[in-house]
């Protein structure tokens, strides 16, 4: 079935507030699906959708309409290491646009993470990707990392969480560690890793923050299947690997 | 005459007995109205509201397949300082023998915005910002 003129015109309205992540400077809104529309949609499939393979076809329902609307897909199955794309090492490319919170967050944490990283053989993207994924860029009320605090002499943020059994609701309390500020608490992390043998294998990877990812997860930091992908395409987004050593 | 004084006089005393029955044990044939109920006691609980707003995340994450992973190695925590959303942070549970994952950590997968009124409306789930975005 041929494409109707008011979709082409739709998905070129779409693509035409994305111009910047396509490198175009306009996009013609004529809805004729010609060359330029489909070297479009290929060009934001590859490098925003992360399609491994950008075929140009927009579907109802499809990641790309998804990416171009900002909206979350619904999915057919539960995200697992094939399905999700990891985000292409572009160095080239120019520094996200990061929101507020992301920039205060790094100005506190970048110095932190890289003399933390000398210390203690953790690369500092690691670390960075870590802590604003657990914290939410620092907005979380729970903690900078996920270390639980185990020892009752440990100082330690209680936090009443539920788990669903059969959908009934159930109390769980969730002890994390506390820590006074970010420095503490990144140091903490970084011995947690250092001394649990479970993550022994990353510290081969020192000067690699995508393979140190890969250890870690792979130890069992996380059992969701898509963790691992989480922090590296974070580290890529967010262009941690300029803070890791060489 | 004498009598007729005393008659009137019973008279004036009896219908005085009975104006002051009538006072005293009035019928209360009127419509009472009652006082309108306070916004506190058609406002749920907190405990209430909290199980609501974990109820809609949870139902979000089952609808959307959002996690790979069994019900019981999920967690949810309603974040306290919640304005103009509620924000869920669902993290793992490795407490639970069937879970795997190292015991000694707890990391957070992602987070739900629940509104006001109760609806799922976005996640983080995707994010390298942590900017949410709504279900579509």
Redesign the interface.
Known sequence: MPNSRSDVKTIQTALGKHLSDIGYVSIKLDGIFGKETLGAIRLYQARVVSLADPDGIVDP?GPTI?AL????????????LDSMPV?PVNPGAKP?S??N??QQFLTIAVPVAKELSRKYGIPASVILAQS??????G????SYF???A?DPRDKSIT???????KGK?VR?V?N?KAYEGYAEAAKGFCE?LKR?P?YSKAFAHSKDGLAFVREISR?????????EKKLI??I???KLQEYDDK | MKNVKRIIVIVFALAAIVVIIHFIYEPRNHPVINPPASQDQNRPSREDLE?SI??AA?KSVQE??????P???????L???SSAVYTV?V??????PK???????????F?IEVSKDLVAV?????S????F????
């Open positions: 329902d998804c609307n900002g909206v979350v897909p619904k999915r057919s199955s539960p995200p697992n985000l996200p990061q929101p919170y992301v604003s994924l657990e914290s939410r860029w907005r979380a009320s729970s996920g270390e639980k185990t936090l009443l969480t539920t788990e669903f059994e609701q769980v969730a994390f947690f649990n479970r130890a069992g930091y996380a059992s969701d299947p898509v963790y395409n974070l890529i987004a967010n | 199980h974990l109820a949870q959307h397949r959002l996690v790979a992973l019900e019981e190695c999920l967690l949810y925590s974040e306290k300082d942070d993290y793992e549970n490795h407490n639970d879970c795997a994952g190292d015991p000694l950590t707890t990391p957070r997968l987070s976005g996640t983080d789930i995707d390298t910002d942590g900017q975005k709504p279900f579509r």
